[in-house]
């Protein structure tokens, strides 16, 4: 695990910046936040080499790829040993269809977001993919009916 980075409001102003706009130029970063470009600049690179920035990139709608319908599955197991769980996360992580996959303490075992064109493809992943894998105990889908916040 990696240690606490110290923040002050400038570096504060600055992730909250780029969050906003990844793709902001330094030179307007700079200009947001108060800088000039060069202190900007080595703030950002310390950001990046403490690891507190992990990376950039671009945010695709999954409309315009025909996948509108939005599920979260609720996905718990009845296998304990280590090769099936292994087998199980690396056979849904390659999926398409995923779109974020976390194993949980507690029940549900994993929490799986996928995004497929309509309830057809849903249920086609749903049936042919999840439910026949070995130690899928039970599935269960929540399907979204709109996104208030969050989410890529």
Do not use: W
């Not at 110290?6 to 200009?31: C, M, S, W, Y």
């Not at 900007?40 to 409309?63: F, H, M, N, S, T």
């Not at 026949?132 to 916040?149: A, F, W």
Request: glycine share 8%.
């Amino acid at each position: 695990m990696s240690n606490i980075v110290k923040l002050d409001p400038v570096d504060r102003e600055i992730l909250f910046h780029l969050r906003q706009d990844g793709r902001l130029t330094n030179v307007e970063l700079a200009k947001r936040v108060g800088l000039t470009p060069p202190p900007c600049l080595r703030r950002v690179k310390r950001l990046e080499d403490a690891g507190v920035i992990a990376g950039y990139r671009a945010v695709i709608d999954p409309r315009t790829l025909g996948r509108g319908l939005e599920a979260l599955i609720d996905l718990e197991v009845y296998a304990t040993d280590r090769a099936t769980i292994e087998a199980l996360e690396d056979t849904i992580a390659s999926y398409d269809e995923v779109i974020e996959f976390r194993r949980l303490f507690g029940r549900p075992d994993y929490f799986i977001r996928v995004a497929v064109a309509d309830h057809a493809a849903y249920e086609e992943f749903q049936t042919r993919k999840l439910s026949g894998l070995p130690g899928v105990l039970r599935v269960t889908s929540h399907l979204t009916m709109k996104k208030i916040k969050g989410g890529a």
